[in-house]
């Protein structure tokens, strides 16, 4: 059952403690993936790693890095001079936010990165990541932009929807 009432806020030391804890737990998941894919890929089958490994693990460190410092920035907490916290960041944890979005592509690579230890077409998931940029692109923005209306219907419309309002009341009486 729902609690009632207010829906109770959080405060600027909440956030930043689960800001902490979220970039605490994205930062296990990559050196994690990237331990397995350089274990399994880069140790084990070092003779034949090709040209095509390096470069997955390049794309994915870029990737890695780019989401955790946007990540890292949106957290930062604001300190005044005797040290009390003065803002504790953006939230990381909200929902719908840009945050969401970066682990989103945090977990994808991840993924893709551990299972590209089997096959490196196993990369071309990755297209899952443009394919979604895309189509928030045309829900959220370009599809509302294509399909709204002109502002002013047209006035010759109303009036015969008027002319047959009164004739249906007429009928009526």
Not at 120 to 130: D, R
Not at 148 to 155: K, L, R, V
Request: charged share 20%.
């Amino acid at each position: 059952m729902a609690p009632k009432g207010k829906v109770g806020t959080r405060g600027k030391k909440q956030i930043f403690e689960e800001n902490r804890e979220t970039l605490k737990f994205y930062l296990r998941i990559i050196l994690g993936a990237n331990a397995i894919y350089c274990l399994v890929t880069l140790v084990f089958f070092y003779s034949s790693a090709s040209f095509w490994a390096w470069l997955a693990l390049g794309f994915s460190l870029a990737v890695y890095g780019a989401s955790y410092h946007s990540m890292s920035s949106m957290a930062r907490a604001a300190f005044s001079e005797d040290g009390a916290l003065m803002d504790g960041g953006m939230d990381l944890n909200m929902e719908q936010g840009m945050a969401e979005h970066l682990k989103d592509v945090i977990l994808l690579t991840a993924i893709v990165q551990v299972l590209s230890c089997f096959s490196l077409y196993v990369w071309s998931f990755w297209l899952l990541a443009p394919g979604r940029a895309l189509y928030l692109l045309w829900v959220n923005v370009l599809g509302p932009w294509f399909t709204a209306d002109s502002g002013t219907p047209a006035p010759e419309h109303n009036e015969k929807r008027q002319r047959r309002q009164e004739r249906r009341q007429m009928k009526r009486l």
